[in-house]
C-alpha cells in the first residue's frame, strides 16, 4: 500500500533541517525545521524556522521566523507548531505556539510558551492544543493565549514520551504503558502494556518492543486491557510510527540501531496479519522527523541532500 519504492519527487529543500513532516495525503505534505545561511547548520544564530507546504506541482515555505520549529502537528485544518529560539546568552529556548487554521497553508504566531523545555505539541482543534517537556504537560484551550499545567501521574519526559490523539481522547505513551484522558487532564485512565515499551497508537492498535520482539496489540482503553496479536523478532528495529487500514493490513516505521546518522528509516508492512512483513529502506535522513506514512498509502520523506521523497505510484 505504501510501496516498496520510494524515489525524489523533483522537490527540494535547500540548507534545510528537518524536525518534523507530515503526509496529509498522497499529494499534501508539510516539512517543519529551520533553515541556515552559513555553511554550518548548528549555529544557533543562524537558524530561521521554517514550514514548508507540498500541494502538487509546488513547494513554497509558509512561515518564516527567527529560530526553529521543535515540533508540528495537525488534526484536521488545525495545525499547530512550536517555534524555540536559543537565548542570546545560551541559557537554553523560549518557545512560541504557532496556529494554522487552514490546513497548514497560512501560518501565524499566537503567544509565548512559558516553560523551559517543550519537545512536542499536539493539535486537538482549532482552539486545543498540547505540549509535552522534560517535567512540562500543559493545555490550551483558547487558541494559544494562555497555557494550563496539567497533572498526570508519573514524571514527564519528551524523550521517552509521546501525545496522540484517538477518538477525541488525549493518550500519553510512556516507558511501559499508556495514559489516557478523555475529559481533559481531569482523570487518567492506566494501561499496562506487558513490560514493552509504547511506541505508538492508532485506533486502538499499539505497536510495542520489549527486548529484541515487537508486538502488536488492540487497547481497551475503558476496560483497561490489551488483546496482543502480532509478534515480529527484530533486535535492531526502533518503531516509532504505525500504519493501517486494519489488523490485518499494518505498517509501522522504525528505525535501525545499528545504521547511524544518514542511513535512512525503514518500511514494515504486513498484510496477511504479521504471518510475514516485507522490509524496505527508504533513503531518508535517520530520525523520526523526516519521514511520515499517510493514511490513504502515501508518504513524504526528506533525504540528507533535502530532497524530498515519496512512494512510486
Request: aromatic content about 8%; some cysteine.
Amino acid at each position: 500500500m505504501w510501496g516498496s519504492d520510494w524515489s525524489a519527487t523533483g522537490h527540494k529543500l535547500d540548507k534545510f533541517e528537518v524536525n518534523a513532516t507530515r503526509s496529509l495525503t498522497r499529494d499534501i505534505g508539510l516539512f517543519a525545521g529551520y533553515t541556515y545561511r552559513g555553511d554550518s547548520p548548528w549555529d544557533p544564530y543562524d537558524q530561521q524556522a521554517a514550514i514548508f507546504r507540498l500541494i502538487p506541482g509546488k513547494l513554497a515555505r509558509v512561515f518564516d521566523a527567527p529560530g526553529y520549529i521543535q515540533s508540528l502537528d495537525i488534526h484536521g485544518d488545525a495545525a499547530w507548531a512550536v517555534r524555540g529560539k536559543v537565548r542570546a546568552d545560551q541559557t537554553g529556548s523560549d518557545y512560541f505556539a504557532v496556529h494554522s487554521a487552514d490546513g497548514g497553508a497560512t501560518w501565524a504566531e499566537t503567544s509565548a510558551i512559558a516553560y523551559p523545555s517543550i519537545g512536542q505539541i499536539l493539535a486537538v482543534g482549532e482552539h486545543e492544543a498540547w505540549v509535552l517537556g522534560v517535567d512540562v504537560l500543559a493545555r490550551t484551550v483558547d487558541g494559544g493565549k494562555t497555557w494550563t499545567p496539567i497533572a498526570a501521574p508519573g514524571d514527564r519526559n519528551s524523550i521517552e514520551e509521546r501525545l496522540k490523539l484517538e477518538s477525541n481522547t488525549v493518550v500519553l505513551l510512556l516507558g511501559q504503558g499508556v495514559k489516557a484522558t478523555p475529559d481533559g487532564g481531569k482523570s487518567w485512565i492506566e494501561l499496562e502494556a506487558d513490560g514493552a515499551q509504547v511506541y505508538d497508537l492508532v485506533g486502538n492498535l499499539m505497536v510495542t518492543k520489549r527486548g529484541a520482539d515487537i508486538r502488536f496489540g488492540a487497547l481497551a482503553i475503558p476496560a483497561g486491557t490489551v488483546e496482543w496479536g502480532a509478534t515480529l523478532h527484530d533486535e535492531k528495529a526502533t518503531p516509532f510510527q504505525l500504519r493501517g487500514p486494519a489488523p490485518a493490513h499494518l505498517a509501522f516505521l522504525a528505525l535501525d540501531d545499528g545504521t547511524g546518522i544518514g542511513h535512512g528509516a525503514f518500511l514494515y508492512e504486513t498484510k496477511n496479519a504479521g504471518k510475514t512483513f516485507s522490509r524496505t529502506k527508504i533513503p531518508c535522513r535517520a530520525n523520526a522527523g523526516a519521514i511520515d506514512l499517510s493514511a490513504d498509502g502515501g508518504g513524504f520523506a526528506v533525504d540528507v541532500h533535502g530532497r524530498v521523497l515519496a512512494p512510486k505510484r
